[in-house]
């Protein structure tokens, strides 16, 4: 798979991309031929993941301190990635997202808002920043990384749950609307994927159990790793997945079916 086709060069813009998922996706995005940008509110995460896809002969600019859920910041990062690549981004890659926990009636309008902000907002702000070039060029792709939680529910984690339920929602609308553009919109909601947030969660106590546990509990016996949800998105951004849009593509090992 590949993102350049004879006579053209693709641009894609991952957001969330200096750890975990979004660097597994930056990387492989960066292997398969798009020129790739590395978006992170971590300005050194950002630079780290696209000196490691330039260190193994790939193209990739680090674009740090964006704040998915600020408009203004949005609209001009997608402009600074357009002049520094020459090219409008033909692939997004909506995987910024922040994590809470909090029993229902602890959540604050604060808390509730901030989560909204980043997981639901900030991909809705980076689509609309990113279409109108997907628009003139006739082909796009976006995939939005949103949660298996968003399938089963989670308890403690209401504000979370509707953020990510909300960004399946609006992949299935967008799909709807853009398709007759060729633009295809899909969604990856991983499960159980060994991530520094969910070490972090072992950490705090909030599994019920080590990630080894888990990870045997689960039907393939292991925990996912970020390239497990990187190689589902390199299918859907590719030329080969033009049939596949509005559809929610569960990498979870089984836990989900």
């Known amino acids: 798979m590949t993102g ?22 930056a990387l492989r995005l960066a292997e398969d031929g798009f020129a790739t940008a590395v ?16 260190q193994k002969g ?16 949005v609209d001009d990062a997608v402009r600074r990635v357009r002049e520094t690549l020459g090219g409008p981004a033909l692939v997004l890659v909506n995987n910024a997202g922040v994590s809470a926990t909090q029993g229902f009636l602890k959540i604050t309008d604060e808390s ?7 997981n639901l907002n900030g991909p809705f702000y980076f689509c609309q ?26 308890q403690y984690m209401a504000h ?19 398709g007759p553009a060729g633009i295809t919109v899909n969604t990856i909601p991983p ?12 950490e705090r106590g909030l599994l ?14 292991r925990a996912g790793r970020p390239e497990d949800i990187a190689a589902a998105c390199s299918f859907l951004v590719s030329e080969e997945a033009g049939y596949v849009t509005g559809q929610v593509i569960g990498v979870n090992g089984g836990r989900n079916t």
């Open 129 to 154: 920043a990113v279409v109108p070039g997907m628009k003139d060029a006739g082909w796009g792709r976006i995939v939005n990384i949103s949660s298996s939680s968003a399938q089963s529910g989670q």
């Open 191 to 202: 499960g159980f994927v060994d991530t520094p947030m969910l070490r972090d969660s072992e």
């Open 160 to 178: 979370y749950v509707a953020s990510k339920a909300g960004l399946i929602g609006l992949t299935k609308s967008l799909a709807l609307e853009l």
């Open 112 to 118: 509730w808002n901030r989560i909204m902000a980043v």
């Open 58 to 73: 790939h193209e990739a600019v680090a674009f740090g301190g964006v704040d998915v859920s600020d408009r203004p910041q």
């Open 208 to 221: 019920g159990g080590s990630v080894s546990h888990h990870a045997e509990l689960t039907p393939v016996r």
């Open 39 to 54: 978006l992170d509110l971590d300005t050194e995460a950002a630079e780290r993941v696209a000196e490691e896809a330039r």
């Open 4 to 25: 350049e086709r004879p006579g053209e060069r693709r641009t894609a813009l991952v957001t969330g991309g200096g750890s975990g998922i979004g660097r597994a996706i």
